[in-house]
């Protein structure tokens, strides 16, 4: 680590132990994208296919549905499976060109299914990926995710064959850092359909929301002034890579103290950032910015009057910390 960032350990510590007494809602792990009924073919590719384009969603919403971000991408991608969308099937990608599949992914996501005005951008970048998804499953797996999923026989490191050591060969789940490969496990073990033997090797999901709420928390300190300076003002910074290295080292900490698996603090803090740590958090502004809050949508709570953390939270008595936002970075590993 460089002297950039610090990992405050104390107060990780003090946020592990406040998330301890926390569970999650069970009916949050019943929602339709992880139970709908369909062939383990079809529901492996949808969440590949969802986690592969799951990257800078901000401007992603069907606003008639009320659907935002990773939302909307599970009902859309929901109403495939039920479906059994051809755009599901084996080999789907690899017959077409780009711009017939921007045309469908660009229709998935519009009202009315107009792809003029889908609100998912970046639509070439994401589609390159799953056509380049595609043609590794074709090349190395006969055309089958359920070829896959026996060849890493629920190993994140299996000599050569893990999830960790074959995925970062496609563009999409390239990230050093392992968000997309880890989100999609996540969904994967939640949906039934994998048993991750190695938990231990798991690298914390981390997004922006996330690295937003451990910096105003103060778990991970800024010491850079004009890297400090630069996240208030919300400038572009050329890398992320330390400040997220930290926030990973940081919720390392918090699962060992908290007793909730890495994979399941996604669930506290990504919900958290999304609703209740935004650009108006809820301790100064009295209301979260979704509606329902995902956070109390998620984690099981008698009332959700005020944010869960003041107690902990150095951004709630302090504006120097609650103005920091995550590192404006291009991206598409989160």
Same mark, same amino acid.
């Given at each position: ?64 549905? &009320?659907? %935002? ?7 859309? @991608?929901?109403?495939? #499976? $039920?479906?059994?969308?051809? +755009? !599901? =099937? ?71 064959? &893990?999830? %960790? ?7 999409? @789940?390239?990230?050093? #850092? $392992?968000?997309?490969?880890? +989100? !999609? =496990? ?82 506290? @803090? ?65």
């Amino acid at each position: 680590m460089q002297n950039n960032t610090l990992v405050n350990s104390n107060l990780c510590e003090e946020t592990g132990l406040l998330i301890k007494g926390m569970r999650l809602r069970k009916a949050f792990y019943q929602r339709p994208f992880l139970t709908v009924a369909a062939p383990p073919e079809t529901r492996l590719r949808a969440f590949f296919y969802a986690a592969a384009i799951c990257h800078q969603t901000y401007t992603l919403k069907n606003e008639e549905l &009320g659907l %935002y971000g990773w939302d909307y991408l599970e009902y859309v @991608f929901t109403n495939l #499976m $039920k479906e059994r969308d051809e +755009f !599901l =099937l084996p080999g789907a990608m690899l017959p077409v060109n780009i711009k017939e599949i921007s045309f469908k992914l660009a229709s998935l996501f519009s009202p009315d299914k107009l792809p003029k005005l889908t609100t998912l951008d970046r639509l070439e970048e994401r589609v390159l990926f799953l056509i380049n998804l595609d043609a590794f499953i074709d090349i190395h797996f006969d055309s089958q995710l359920t070829n896959l999923m026996k060849a890493a026989n629920g190993k994140l490191f299996n000599k050569g064959h &893990g999830f %960790y050591e074959t995925l970062p060969a496609t563009f999409a @789940f390239s990230d050093p #850092m $392992k968000k997309k490969i880890t +989100f !999609l =496990l996540k969904l994967l073990e939640e949906a039934g359909m994998v048993e991750i033997e190695d938990k231990e090797n798991f690298v914390p999901i981390m997004d922006y929301h996330m690295q937003r709420v451990l910096l105003r928390m103060g778990c991970v300190e800024i010491i850079d002034s004009e890297i400090r300076t630069k996240l208030v003002h919300h400038y572009l910074l050329e890398s992320d890579e330390e400040i997220r290295s930290a926030c990973i080292e940081a919720f390392k900490i918090i699962s060992q103290i908290s007793g909730h698996p890495v994979t399941k603090l996604n669930d506290f @803090f990504w919900s958290l950032g999304r609703s209740c740590c935004n650009s108006k958090p809820l301790c100064q502004f009295h209301q979260c910015e979704k509606n329902p809050c995902t956070f109390y949508q998620i984690v099981d709570l008698p009332e959700h009057s005020k944010c869960s953390f003041v107690s902990t939270c150095k951004g709630f008595g302090d504006e120097s910390y609650r103005s920091l936002w995550q590192p404006v970075v291009e991206t598409h590993y989160y």
